[in-house]
């Protein structure tokens, strides 16, 4: 069997991955953000954590550490094969992981971008398994993204490559992350929606995502909710167009919390998209993702 692992800003997740991208079962905990100031304990706690949550699953799950083929992990940013770069969140400037678990384990260990990895779970066992030209993107705190033509998996030679959400759409926009402004990014993240609707709904701005999601679906007829939701939209329809144009795919899949909305969303991106994408009779369609928060974990251990 193999371990799939998903490094994210708010909680670590590991899985056993059985045959086929099956998902045995699954540990995950929390990062306490606050707690981490220093590379130093970034690092102690992501190797503290990821021992922890293999020992619990070998344990309940019959397994012992020989049974391991390959430890997959899925992290943000650039890393490479063997480290975790440059990542913000958790102060890690570059931790050579790799090195350290092998020694423990005695398995492939390999590192690779979140996105990628949840794309290729979601091509191979998800919503994208019947497209051979399609997108994954995640849309969450910041927007993830995968392409593949032809079936395969487009990766470049030196980094990651196809950061679509730092494609920059408006050059005086609000600052991004990587340092540049008016980012893909900053204009369709979950977290910027958020900030919208508290500001325009004037909701508490303690709110969490999942009441924020009630409160949306269940006055999505009111007309500040209506506009607030197609002001949105029409900001992600014009970075999805450009990628619509460029990569012309059969299927685009929305993961990260955006998903939790398809029902709302994609009908309206789909119709607003009309106004923007250059071949007006190219036939697409927009799904959500299918194995959700899984699929940083499946495509971890399986890519
Ligand atoms: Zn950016």
């Known amino acids: 069997m193999k371990i799939g692992i998903d490094i994210g800003g708010s909680h670590i997740a590991t899985g056993i991955i059985e045959k086929n991208g099956n998902l045995k079962a699954k540990e995950i905990r929390d990062v306490e953000i606050k707690s981490i100031k220093t590379e130093k304990q970034a690092q102690k706690f992501i190797l503290d954590t ?12 019959d397994y ?16 490479t094969e063997t480290a975790i770069k440059n990542t913000v969140n958790l102060h890690i400037k570059k931790f050579e992981i790799a090195k350290i678990l092998e020694e423990k384990y005695s398995a492939k260990i390999k590192l690779k971008n979140d996105g990628k990895c949840a794309g290729y779970a979601e091509k191979n066992y998800g919503a994208l398994k019947k497209y051979d030209d ?14 593949f033509l032809n079936g395969e998996l487009l990766e470049p030679k030196r980094n990651p490559g196809f950061e679509l959400g730092h494609m920059i759409i408006d050059k ?16 369709a993240s979950m977290k910027r929606f958020k900030k919208e609707a508290i ?18 679906r269940e006055n999505i007829g009111k ?11 029409d900001n992600v329809s014009i970075g999805l167009a450009n990628i619509i144009n460029i990569f012309e795919p059969e299927a685009i899949c929305f ?7 398809g029902d709302i969303f994609l009908p309206r991106l789909k119709e607003n998209l009309k106004k923007y994408i ?8 927009l799904v959500s993702a299918k194995l959700k928060n899984d699929a940083g974990i499946i495509g971890a251990a399986e890519i």
Do not use: H, W
């Open 50 to 61: 990821i021992e922890s949550e293999i020992n619990d699953l070998l344990i309940k799950n």
């Open 64 to 79: 012992e550490i020989g049974d391991i083929s390959k430890i997959g992990i899925a992290v943000p940013g650039n890393p």
């Open 134 to 147: 399609c997108i994954f993107l995640c849309i969450g705190t910041g927007v993830g993204s995968a392409v």
């Open 172 to 187: 005086n926009g609000i600052e991004c992350n990587c340092g540049n402004r008016g980012c893909f990014e900053t204009f």
């Open 199 to 216: 500001r325009k709904l004037k909701l508490d701005k303690n709110i969490k995502s999942d009441e924020m999601q009630k409160y949306i």
């Open 223 to 233: 007309k500040e909710v209506e506009k607030l939701v197609t002001e949105y939209l």
């Open 255 to 261: 993961g990260g919390s955006f998903s939790y909305y």
């Open 278 to 285: 250059f071949n007006k009779d190219t036939k697409y369609e």
